[in-house]
């Protein structure tokens, strides 16, 4: 069973990780989240949940406004063939989110460790970045390094990627 945005708070906490939680209407994405912006300090974030041609998964954390190029992207992040994006199935059964929800904090939920997790390196530059806490109605903050550090207590070494000329647009949550 996935864990509850309660149980991830608890989790944060038991590892020292401060957090800074705003409440908000659902947003599904980036742009239905443009109203948001001057609320939320730091980093801005979409998340990808990707799937390659072998089956692999990936959950690419990317600043809102970078570019992605799903024909190029898996030659950065070492993926056998182009990306696709995995099922809503996929999504909610690996990760324990629903879609609209992609976050890197769904890592809690992968016990397994089947999703390789990519960070972009121009989000971490922030220090401070944000993310759904498991479902889209809050937007929670963490520093990057606390970030990066859940993400190793959950088994998941984090791929530092920059995506400086990785090309057009991707549209996700």
């Known amino acids: 069973m996935a864990a509850s945005r309660a149980e991830l708070m608890a989790y944060l906490d038991g590892l020292g990780i401060r957090t800074e939680t705003i ?3 659902a947003v599904f994405t980036v742009a239905e989240s443009a109203h948001l912006r001057s609320r939320i300090v730091g980093g801005k974030s979409k998340n990808l949940f990707l799937k390659d041609r072998k089956g692999r998964l990936f959950l690419l954390t990317a600043e809102d406004e970078a570019e992605v190029d799903l024909k190029r992207l ?4 070492g993926a056998q063939g182009r990306f696709s994006f995995a099922s ?5 059964e ?3 989110v629903e879609p609209g929800s992609v976050t890197p904090f769904g890592a ?7 999703v390789t997790v990519a960070l972009d390196a121009g989000l971490l530059a922030h220090g401070r970045v944000n993310f ?3 479902e889209n109605t809050a937007t929670t903050a963490v520093s990057a390094e606390d970030l990066i550090r859940f993400l190793r207590a959950t088994g ?3 791929l530092i990627v920059d995506l400086t000329g990785v090309g057009e647009a991707a549209e996700a949550s």
């Open 23 to 25: 409440e908000h209407p």
């Open 94 to 96: 690996v990760w324990g």
């Open 132 to 134: 759904h806490p498991l």
């Open 156 to 158: 998941h070494e984090p």
């Open 88 to 92: 809503a199935e996929l999504l909610r």
């Open 74 to 77: 898996h030659e950065k992040l």
């Open 108 to 114: 809690i939920n992968d016990r397994e460790g089947r």
